[in-house]
């Protein structure tokens, strides 16, 4: 199973399981305020290692729109494929929310597509 390091605190997942999902479950209030829909970018996180190479429509025209693509990348559009390591931009903690946001889904809504990142450069 790949293994997720966030915050200095390392799980195995099974590989189907979302990123922003993960990250939660091992205690990080990461923001997800629209519900895991790649609509907010609250769940924007950096990599630090184990970066995947391919990405949603929906979280490629989401980073394009709010001007922050190849800086962040969104954890409700990922799933945990591989060893990564991870640190989550936006936390209850440091912007003062009450809660995170409403509950994603298990599986990655809309749009459960990946294509090569290389694909949306052109």
Known sequence: MPKLTVGGQTAEWPADTRLVKAIEEMGVHIG?????????????????AGEPDTMTTAEHAKLVER???????????LCVSADMEVEPIMTVENQGWTDAGGPPDDAVQPEATWFPKSSFDK
């Open 67 to 77: 001007e922050i693509y190849g800086q962040y990348r969104l954890s409700c559009q």
């Open 32 to 48: 997800h305020r629209c519900g895991g829909n790649a609509r907010c970018t609250t769940c924007r996180v950096t990599f630090t």
